[in-house]
T-cell receptor, first 114, second 113 residues
Framework: QQQVKQSPQSLIVQKGGIPIINCAYE??????FPWYQQFPGKGPALLIA?????SEKKEGRFTISFNKSAKQFSLHIMDSQPGDSATYFC?????????????FGKGTTLSVSS | KAGVTQTPRYLIKTRGQQVTLSCSPI?????VSWYQQTPGQGLQFLFE???????NKGNFPGRFSGRQFSNSRSEMNVSTLELGDSALYLC????????????FGSGTQLSVL
């Protein structure tokens, strides 16, 4: 059962564009929502994370928008660059479970053309 | 500071064999978790160890097991390998492992023939 639905599966934008990746969830016990970036041959690396008491968080060119009532959150990449070409994963953590288990979306492959 | 180290980087096994993968976390990190990554299923949580105790387990069969040593290094074992076990196995470490940044290794690519 996929508990975090991510879209689109792939995305192509031009340099300077603002790609937007969306995620949705159903489980109201989720209380931590990180985004990870993965380059080929590497493990995922944390980009930015948000908790449900905040509607927006910005770190550099990356912004998370969070809509608690709709159970949706999204990643915006401002002024995208070819170096941002990677696979992006949203994830969620369940407060009712011990430890650090993350439930990941299926990923979005982003290509930024120059 | 060294990152998360996983060995070996690549493995080729045949059906029915067993395999052991190793993970050395970042120094000082006490939580180690394991994930399976496949093109079809994406990233799926296998299990997490904290201070040598399994703290959480994902929905995988008992053929998948792990352990953590007193120096926080961890191993995972897959017995009676199946073709569907072919995947990238990723290890991640963190200080305490709760709602915090995970540091992933580059993974072990396992191919089962």
């Amino acid at each position: 059962q996929q508990q975090v639905k991510q879209s689109p599966q792939s995305l192509i934008v031009q340099k300077g564009g603002i790609p937007i990746i969306n995620c949705a969830y159903e489980n109201t016990a989720f209380d931590y929502f990180p985004w990870y970036q993965q380059f080929p041959g590497k493990g995922p690396a944390l980009l930015i994370a948000i908790r449900p008491d905040v509607s927006e968080k910005k770190e550099g060119r990356f912004t998370i928008s969070f809509n608690k009532s709709a159970k949706q959150f999204s990643l915006h990449i401002m002024d995208s660059q070819p170096g941002d070409s990677a696979t992006y994963f949203c994830a969620a953590s369940n407060r009712d479970q011990a430890g650090t288990a993350l439930i990941f979306g299926k990923g979005t492959t982003l290509s930024v053309s120059s | 500071k060294a990152g998360v180290t996983q060995t070996p980087r690549y493995l080729i096994k045949t059906r029915g064999q067993q395999v052991t993968l190793s993970c050395s976390p970042i120094s000082g990190h006490r939580s180690v978790s394991w994930y399976q990554q496949t093109p079809g299923q994406g990233l799926q949580f296998l299990f997490e160890y904290f201070s040598e105790t399994q703290r959480n387990k994902g929905n995988f069969p008992g053929r998948f097991s792990g352990r953590q040593f007193s120096n926080s290094r961890s191993e995972m074992n897959v017995s009676t390998l199946e073709l569907g076990d072919s995947a990238l196995y990723l290890c991640a470490s963190s200080w305490a492992g709760v709602r915090e940044k995970l540091f992933f290794g580059s993974g072990t690519q396992l191919s089962v023939l």
